[in-house]
């Protein structure tokens, strides 16, 4: 920030401070408050109106509620075990469908789908206007997940445990009450939860400060805390790193939006990595924590560069015994758009001179070995689903003649 607009801020702050008024706006904040709502209602009349009157409103409305209706999108996959999950809405289906088919016809092109809970009927049964928030899998079996549905679409969300064999809600199983925060298998027994669990357990920012837990049938009110937060962070959220060799507990405490500070949760207790509160923890493969950088950090003497993703292994990162190895180095004309983990491998896409390129890294005697992965060239790639089991994954490929694609790959091919 330049000195002048400092010192305008600041002045900005003190002449605020000097004549601090009531924020007469304040009820907007009240998102289901009737006055917001008929606010909102208003607004959005008035921009109708105007819109409406336009000769090309209607082939445009008319040309998009096709499109978001069309059969022939894309059906974006998932990955879960043997089977391949998706999301869908369309003018039958207005709330949507979770549903999902076998990988084999969906690679052919004919999936078999099988709706495992439909969001319409739901509305219909109980006039709740359900908003699908996302579905965590059991690792490695993928039977049960913690489903997530909200009310309306806001950020607070209904967490349920859901059988996909029996294709219905766990009776007496994992229910969280409406709220903000997160859920994460441990064990078919355990989950790790963040979440609002009464007073003085939120941050300023309305987000879980408090990560417990909770065991399989008991009650909510006893579920181990293991962290907890200041309550002017952003938030604290748990997560799972599920490999074949061991489930890794992380802790992430967010201290602003832009920096976190991460903790793994070992025997009982909590050990911080360390490594930059402003980089991310990517993935763990084998025993490597992937680690992308978002400014320069200087090891051992070695400074890696800000937007270089590095690794370190995972036992002596904890003791702060730094082995840093290179995966990629950004240069003047390239940059990491995203990386993705497959069983064994770690996919980077970067984008050089504006196109994007595929890489599959294998971590081999000590070092970061890639290989160019043959994707489609002069065109944009966004990484998709990948298969924890094996080394499959899916790409989005598009160009200014290439309508958006998708794409399966192997790395181990």
Do not use: C
């Not at 979440?195 to 939120?202: C, H, I, V, Y």
């Not at 990484?383 to 003649?401: H, M, W």
């Amino acid at each position: 920030m330049k000195p002048f607009l400092l010192s305008i801020v600041i002045s900005s702050l003190l002449i605020g401070s000097a004549f601090s008024q009531e924020d007469t706006y304040q009820w907007l904040e009240e998102v289901d408050g009737d006055k917001a709502l008929k606010w909102v209602e208003e607004q959005n009349k008035a921009t109708l109106g105007v819109l409406m009157k336009r000769d090309t409103y209607q082939p445009i409305y008319e040309k998009s509620l096709e499109i978001y209706n069309s059969a022939d999108r894309i059906p974006t996959p998932s990955i879960q075990g043997k089977y391949v999950y998706n999301f869908w809405q369309d003018q039958t289906h207005e709330r949507g469908i979770w549903r999902r088919t076998d990988k084999e016809s969906y690679l052919a092109g004919t999936p078999k789908w099988e709706t495992l809970l439909d969001l319409d009927a739901m509305y219909a049964a109980d006039n709740i206007k359900w908003v699908y928030k996302g579905a965590t899998g059991l690792y490695p079996d993928y039977k049960r997940f913690i489903v997530s549905l909200s009310k309306g679409g806001g950020d607070a969300v209904i967490r349920r445990e859901f059988d996909v064999e029996t294709q219905s809600f766990v009776e007496g199983g994992f229910e969280m009450p409406e709220a903000k925060g997160g859920a994460s298998w441990i064990d078919e027994n355990s989950l790790l939860i963040a979440s609002d669990f009464g007073e003085g357990t939120l941050t300023t920012s309305g987000y879980p400060r408090q990560v417990k837990i909770w065991k399989r049938g008991t009650p909510l009110e006893s579920a181990k805390m293991i962290f907890e937060g200041n309550e002017s962070d952003v938030g604290t959220w748990g997560a799972t790193i599920n490999k074949p060799n061991r489930t890794y507990t992380a802790l992430i405490q967010a201290t602003t939006f832009y920096t976190s500070k991460t903790f793994m949760y070992e025997d009982g207790a909590l050990v911080q990595l360390p490594i930059p509160e402003d980089a991310d923890l990517s993935e763990i493969i084998g025993d490597q924590v992937i680690i992308e950088l978002k400014s320069d950090w200087e090891v051992n003497g070695e400074t890696f560069p800000q937007g270089a993703v590095i690794s370190a292994t995972y036992n002596r990162l904890l003791r702060k015994d730094y082995d840093i190895r290179v995966v990629y180095i950004p240069d003047a004309t390239s940059s990491v758009t995203s990386t993705l983990a497959t069983r064994n491998k770690l996919i980077v896409n970067a984008l050089t001179n504006v196109k994007s390129i595929l890489y599959a890294y294998t971590f081999e005697n000590g070092a970061w070995v890639a290989e160019e992965i043959d994707a489609p060239d002069y065109g944009t790639i966004r990484l998709g689903s990948a298969d924890d089991l094996s080394d499959q994954y899916f790409f989005f490929y598009q160009n200014f003649l290439t309508p958006s694609s998708l794409y399966l790959a192997d790395a181990e091919k």
